[in-house]
């Protein structure tokens, strides 16, 4: 169900946020990785269009014209990236 949908999303990008994991950088950079396709999925199955799409076998996303990572604003190619470190 889409409630299903979104626990699980939720729970995923808890454990894999880029902020909330600590390691080595290969496990930084794995979990970075795990999160963006956590997000990714979500999108196409909270969207039923897209879920349709991919039900069927076809291609999700739209690909003329589009933004890299257009579906989270945070992994958009270029721009600017920013480090917070706190304490």
């Not at 390691?23 to 990785?33: H, P, Q, V």
Request: glycine share 12%.
């Amino acid at each position: 169900t889409e409630r299903d949908v979104k626990k699980a999303y939720r729970s995923l990008a808890k454990e894999y946020h880029p902020d909330k994991v600590s390691g080595s950088e290969e496990e930084k950079r794995a979990a970075e990785e795990m999160f963006r396709d956590v997000a990714e999925a979500y999108e196409v199955l909270s969207d039923d269009e897209k879920r349709g799409r991919y039900d069927r076998g076809e291609e999700v996303e739209d690909r003329g014209g589009g933004h890299p990572g257009h579906g989270h604003p945070f992994f958009r190619q270029g721009g600017q990236q920013f480090h917070f470190q706190w304490g």
